[in-house]
């Protein structure tokens, strides 16, 4: 069975920062490409960062560019989103999903075949 699993969210202050950890299981990354996407409150979901197969090929959102930063452990088949200098507007529920379509300037999410984790959030105080 393929599942993701999200960790590391929580509360920070403005500036802060975190990482959030993506673990999957039933499969591995040479064939899928992962996207982190978020969700806040009344808000439309938004694609944030992704990589093709193999870690290659990544795009971030323009509203994270030079504050995230998005990598993979292929061996441990975890991909990390290390989040810094925080702000109040990052605030939202964090999902990783496998079965994506990375391209150079957006995300496709490759509908019947995406798969989301359950998600985690972040809260990013003033």
């Known amino acids: 069975e393929v599942q993701l699993v999200e960790s590391g969210g929580g509360l920070v202050q403005a500036g802060g920062s975190l990482r959030l950890s993506c673990a999957a299981s039933?499969?591995?990354?040479?064939?899928?490409?992962i996207a982190w996407f978020r969700q806040a409150p009344g808000k439309e979901r938004e694609g944030v960062s992704c990589?093709?197969?193999?870690?290659?090929?990544?795009y971030y959102a323009d509203s994270v560019k030079g504050r995230f930063t998005l990598s993979s452990d292929n061996a441990k088949v975890t991909a990390y989103l290390q989040m810094n200098s925080l702000k109040p507007e990052d605030t939202a529920v964090y999902y990783c999903?496998?079965?994506?379509?990375?391209?150079?300037?957006?995300?496709?999410?490759?509908?019947?075949?995406?798969?989301w984790g359950q998600g985690t959030l972040v809260t990013v105080s003033s």
């Open positions: 999903v496998a079965g994506i379509i990375c391209g150079p300037n957006k995300i496709e999410v490759l509908a019947g075949l995406a798969v």
């Open positions: 039933g499969f591995t990354f040479d064939g899928y490409a």
């Open positions: 990589f093709g197969p193999r870690g290659g090929s990544k």
